[in-house]
């Protein structure tokens, strides 16, 4: 058996066994002592393995189509909000409490640039 039988089987291994099992369905007078090893049983776990391939790629495409709305709203909250902010700026001004309220910055609260001058205009240390 499998050491780790939470991890998903490289895709080769399964074509390996699909390969196999389509080979041994070929063997007249295959009779295993082990009924879970019947060809009848077998067949039914790979028809029951093509159904769950097919429920899990039904719900990957539903994933991706909500994960796809929930990016568009997203999107659409965040550029509204930014024209609403651009809209605060022009009706209140750039220095208003009303910016500061959303969360914006009030332009005197921005430092003021400092001019370096030259080395060789500053006075001796």
């Known amino acids: ?27 007249a007078g295959y009779a295993p002592s082990n009924p879970a090893c019947a060809i009848a049983a077998l067949h039914e776990a790979f028809d029951q393995l093509q159904s769950e391939r097919l429920e899990e790629d039904q719900s990957l495409a539903a994933f991706t189509t909500a994960r796809d709305k929930a990016s568009a709203a997203e999107w659409k909250v965040h550029n509204l909000m930014l024209l609403a902010k651009d809209q605060v700026r022009a009706q209140f001004g750039k220095d208003s409490t009303q910016l500061q309220e959303i969360g914006l910055k009030k332009i005197s609260d921005y430092k003021r640039p400092v001019r370096k001058g030259n080395a060789s205009t500053r006075p001796p240390a």
Do not use: C, H, T, Y
């Open 1 to 27: 058996m499998a050491k780790d039988e939470s991890k998903r089987l490289n895709p080769a291994i399964i074509a390996n066994d699909e390969a196999a099992f389509n080979k041994l369905q070929g063997i």
